[in-house]
């Protein structure tokens, strides 16, 4: 038996803890309000909503970055009318022209330019979230869950760049449950998850899993511990399915830590210094 969904006396509680959460970390550092890069998605969706709930609708900033061409404008109506329900501030930026600036600087690049120019789109939505939280003194809000952030799934220093993650300990499957329960539309969270990076691009197809699946093999390999071979076993599933998402867990944890410092004094940073200057 998993325990993955929350039980429905614990959905209130785990609006509070995450509430409280990105309100804390906005009145610690004296921030004006918190920025989120919104997609139209349930994750930024539902990112932007606890935001709202938290620190207000006054405070609360939300970017609408669109690639022209490319984006469904069901995504950008859908995360017009979320602000326009939330009162919050909100802009529209579609960012084909600093990509198109990219490509033409680096058109005698050599090597998987396709690949690079890909992740450059999350990257320049990461710059403008940033630009506006300096230039307004913002905080800003990631939208990276628990299993896109076991998988890698997201850009390094694109998407995954944030000062906060307050829903990166909630797998998707309990996305979609707190999201259905603070009423973010049915029609975003019904919504085929995608990074939006290319026509037609869905998550589920290009990790070659189903959310449900992912889910219960993360759920097992992380919360209970079992190894690949009691997963397998524990789920009826196949031992190479598991082991394929357990490598993706393992190939991509570059992502979830800060970059490797090279030991050299008796200190050193990231190895031997252990004082908690901050905790949350």
Not at 95 to 113: C, M, Q, W, Y
Not at 135 to 143: C, D, P, R
Request: glycine letters at 6%.
């Amino acid at each position: 038996m998993i325990e993955l969904e929350f039980k429905k006396e614990e959905l209130p509680l785990v609006e509070k803890a995450i509430c409280n959460s990105i309100r804390e970390r906005v009145e610690k550092f004296n921030f004006n309000g918190a920025i989120i890069n919104l997609s139209g998605g349930v994750d930024s969706s539902l990112v932007t909503k606890l935001t709202s709930l938290a620190i207000g609708n006054k405070k609360t900033y939300a970017l609408i970055l669109p690639e022209e061409g490319l984006t469904p404008e069901k995504d950008i109506e859908d995360a017009i009318k979320l602000c326009k329900d939330l009162n919050i501030n909100y802009e529209i930026i579609p960012i084909n022209s600093p990509l198109k600036a990219f490509e033409i600087s680096l058109v005698n690049v050599e090597g998987d330019r396709e690949w690079g120019i890909t992740n450059l789109k999350p990257r320049v939505r990461m710059i403008y979230a940033y630009f506006y939280a300096n230039a307004k003194k913002l905080l800003v809000v990631g939208t990276s869950n628990k299993t896109e952030l076991l998988l890698g799934y997201g850009t390094k220093y694109g998407d995954l760049a944030a000062d906060i993650y307050p829903i990166g300990d909630l797998y998707k499957t309990q996305v979609w449950q707190l999201a259905e329960y603070v009423n973010i539309p049915t029609d975003i969270v019904k919504k085929k998850p995608s990074a939006g990076l290319w026509k037609g691009q869905t998550d589920e197809e290009e990790i070659g899993y189903t959310y449900f699946q992912i889910d219960r093999v993360l759920f097992c390999l992380v919360e209970l511990e079992l190894s690949v071979r009691e997963t397998a076993e524990f789920l009826n599933i196949s031992e190479d399915a598991v082991n394929d998402l357990y490598e993706r867990i393992v190939k991509n944890e570059h992502k979830r830590r800060t970059p490797t410092i090279t030991k050299i004094s008796r200190m050193c940073l990231d190895k031997d210094w252990r004082y908690p200057v901050e905790r949350f």
